[in-house]
């Protein structure tokens, strides 16, 4: 028997293998659930083209990573069986180099600096490095300013992290990142990381407000530390196979209804993360604001060295650190 993502995708991939059917809605993806941010953009996406087009392109959004894992619908999109995809950078900086300047720790200064990164000629030229590997890069989506939180106690410096089991994405950049600040990197599933709290496998992990506080890890992990050290955004993406078959002006249409689609959900992000931020805080967290950032940025330089091997790579970073803001 099929099991339930193979019985959702099979009329998708069915529809990609043919000729393409354009009266069709556009396929998209998205592993949030649907009052997320991201997914609330994709629906935004929806209603512009619907309006811009009388109806002639639509979206049907499938959330909650119905499509499966991220890896996998990644795959998915290229091959051409959904359409549309909003993706983290973790699993894009394997196949498009330039993702990963996005995700060097403390490249941002502030998510001003990270908005007026992404939409000037930088972020647009690490979309555009997407077409090479069979997407089309369409817009970038808030993640928020990640920090570190643990069981042991308040984190002020590096030295504060020393030894302790720090739960990391599966992400090269990630592992090489809490190895350079002395801590132990454990790659674990998303899933499993609050009981991997309570059960002392690791002492903390680092993401974004939301996150923190949607998956519960505050009632366990009650010391929260704004080092604010990645800044990584989220990628939609549309498979290039679909890009190709649209005309010149539905891809105009496309792209335009996906660029207005970001003011959507940043005013949705900003404040998810202001209510998130009160909720913990409610719930007894211990915030840690006077963090040694300068500290924690002096010991990046081997991550860069490494994951910016290229003048290339290292000019395109370069690029971001001279926007203002």
Same mark, same amino acid.
């Given at each position: ?101 996005? !995700? ?96 002392? *496998? ?61 003011? *959507? ?5 900003? !404040? ?7 909720? *913990? ?21 081997? *991550? ?12 395109? !970073? ?8």
């Amino acid at each position: 028997m099929l099991r339930r993502r193979e019985f959702l995708l099979a009329p998708l991939l069915l529809t990609a293998c043919g000729e393409g059917d354009r009266t069709r809605p556009l396929f998209a993806a998205d592993a949030h659930p649907d009052e997320y941010p991201t997914v609330q953009a994709l629906y935004a996406i929806d209603r512009l083209l619907d309006e811009r087009t009388n109806g002639e392109m639509r979206v049907r959004v499938y959330a909650g990573g119905q499509m499966g894992a991220e890896k996998d619908t990644l795959e998915i999109t290229i091959f051409g069986g959904l359409d549309m995809n909003r993706i983290n950078l973790a699993p894009l900086n394997s196949i498009v180099p330039e993702t990963a300047v996005l !995700a060097m720790p403390f490249l941002f200064r502030s998510i001003p600096h990270l908005r007026a990164s992404l939409d000037g000629a930088s972020g647009r030229a690490i979309l555009d490095a997407m077409a090479s590997f069979g997407l089309r890069g369409m817009c970038y989506y808030d993640s928020g300013a990640r920090s570190f939180y643990n069981t042991r106690g308040p984190v002020h410096t590096p030295e504060d992290l020393a030894g302790l089991k720090i739960r990391v994405q599966n992400s090269d950049i990630y592992v090489a990142m809490v190895q350079a600040l002395g801590a132990n990197p454990t790659p674990i599933p998303y899933g499993e990381v609050y009981q991997a709290l309570v059960q002392g *496998v690791v002492d903390g992990a680092e993401n974004n407000w939301p996150s923190y506080e949607s998956s519960r890890h505050f009632e366990v992990a009650q010391h929260y530390s704004l080092t604010r050290h990645v800044m990584a955004p989220e990628v939609l993406v549309v498979s290039m196979r679909s890009w190709e078959r649209f005309s010149n002006e539905e891809r105009d249409v496309l792209q335009q209804a996906c660029t207005d689609s970001v003011p *959507v959900m940043r005013e949705l992000w900003d !404040a998810r993360v202001a209510t998130s931020r009160d909720r *913990v805080l409610a719930g007894g967290v211990q915030l840690v604001e006077d963090v040694d950032h300068e500290a924690f940025a002096g010991r990046m330089r081997p *991550v860069w060295d490494r994951f910016l091997s290229t003048p290339a790579l290292r000019a395109l !970073a370069d690029d971001i650190i001279g926007v203002a803001g």
